[in-house]
């Protein structure tokens, strides 16, 4: 107590470095000992799966926890076993098209409700805040139906336009939010200017807005590419199957007889995740941050 | 869909409703330009989420095996049969000890959170790490954390038998006791990272000089994290416990790739169960009535924060 009340006094005049101090809640050693205790629980897990897809599973039947290889051929045993070369291009195609549709139908659909007052906005308003909080679990029954009305069943075509469906409440009110940050003062001034209303909104909203849209491009794109449930209520065919749901399927097929191959088809998924992960975080931060404090 | 899905769109119903009255004063502006953006999007969500709801309070009023063309109505019947289903009650245990495992995700969040704030040097490398999880997604994470509870040869059995932890080499992932657990731990792994980033975004927006007028009055470390801190981060605890909840309810990918629901029912959650009614059972009226308890929740929820949003505001 004495050091806590001291302290300010002796660094009147400072300010900056009094604020500095007064959100430290641990010592430094502590900090950074619990990080690293965490860093390691998120960390060791995946080492050990990499570690894992090295060995041989005569090696791995023996002692699961020690040793060390370097068999890398089970990857190449693992992208041949399970269908990866379905796999990938199915979730890339889906996260592609959920992106593109989300972004182009969120924004627009955002400015909407941010900007004019129309006759059903408030219901409209009011069943996006319904639909983003009802989990797709529990309306997959009735989703099915309306699928197969649409002749969709599996099909690429139904998965992306519920996948899309599912994104869009929040992706609508993000992009509302987005909008209803920017003046409306520039819209004024090109509708003055004699601007028509779809030029003022590609022309000078939609520019604006970029990095709200390249936040939502992140989320959405982050979203559809560990889609499961979806694929898994709307499709049969393997070769409609998305690489976690693909994954998850090689996994109950091959799990208790080779650990290591299935190891190795994880780091296969895993890896290049890790790294898109490294390189989009900021953004992801950024749009995790902005959306709940507007 | 991930939980985080709320995170914006809740408050954004909250502060922008002053500024959505401006809207309407604007010169040379038809309104129905509005209707006409905002038309795909509400068709989407109309055909896609609303309606389905709809169908499938009808469908929990209905006895169908999913194949059938005729589907028998049997009034509350379902709900009746599901209310006395010892399976439904215990799955509605385990669902709210699942969300008991996110909400440990949003005290260990914030916690790191606070422990981050001073931005300690590397802080970035922690932050990436601990967003790891939500990249991957939760059928890959529990796929990854299935080859480390794997019953018969899985990593953590082996540790535990090298170690002498009995907990772990038991296999509790097989056991009709400890799966619900070791799932509710995953879930920790899985949600933790996310909730340090939203409890960190809720820190940034308080001001520091709160707590440099605490510390001149003598509040020590404690003192500040709790009379100072925590209460002006109430609305952000209160976002995340919600979060929490509407996520704990909606848990379905995880469970199901490491569990499908088993070993018998022991780790079905209300979707899980749900679902295996209606796939493995061809039940979909008592599925559908599973379902429906689902959307009331949900709804539930939706009333319950819009109030709280409308009073913040």
Known sequence: MTAEIRMPLRRRGRPRELSRDTIRFAPTWLSYGLMIVFFLLITLPLLWIAMTALRSPEAYAQNPVGGFEWRFSNFADAWNTANFSSYVPNSLIYTGSVVVLVVAIASAAGYGLARFRFPGRLAMMLSLVVALTVPFSSIMFSVYDVVQFFGLINTRAGIV???????????????????????????????????????????????????????????????????????????TSDDLRTVSLGLSFFTTEFGGSNAPLICAAIVTIVAPLIVVSVLLQRRFVEGMTNGAIK | MSSHSLAGAVRSGAGSAPRARKAGKGVHRSQITGLVFATPAIVLVAVFVIYPIVGTVALSLTDWDGFSPTRTFVGLQNFADILADGTFQASVVRNLIYIGGFFVSVVLGFAIAVLLWVRPRGWVVFRTVFLIPEMLGPAIVGLVWLRLWQPANGGLAALGDALHIPVLASSPLASPGGAIWVLALTQ??????????????????????????????????????????????????????????????????????????????????????????????????HASAIACVMVLIALAFTLLTGRRNVRDS
């Open chain 1, 161 to 235: 336009v519920v996948a899309v469906a599912m994104t869009l409440p929040f992706a609508t009110f993000y992009m509302r939010t987005f909008f209803l940050g920017i003046p409306d003062e520039l819209a004024e001034a090109a509708r003055i200017d004699g601007a028509g209303e779809l030029t003022v909104f590609f022309r000078v909203m939609l520019p604006l807005a970029r990095p709200g849209l390249a936040t939502l491009a992140v989320f959405s794109g982050v979203w559809t590419w560990g889609m499961y449930i979806e694929p898994l209520l709307l499709a």
């Open chain 2, 188 to 285: 920790v792994w899985a949600s933790t990272g996310f909730f340090v980033v939203v409890a960190l975004g809720g820190l940034q927006s308080l001001d520091p000089s709160l707590l440099d007028a605490a510390a001149v009055d003598g509040a020590g470390r404690w003192q500040r994290l709790r009379y100072v801190v925590i209460p002006s981060m109430r609305p952000f605890l209160a976002l995340m416990t919600m979060l929490a909840t509407i996520a704990g309810l909606k848990a379905f990918d995880l469970v199901w790739v490491m569990t499908q629901g088993g070993p018998g029912n022991a780790t079905q959650l209300l979707g899980t169960y749900a679902y295996t009614k209606a796939f493995s059972q061809s039940d979909f009226g």
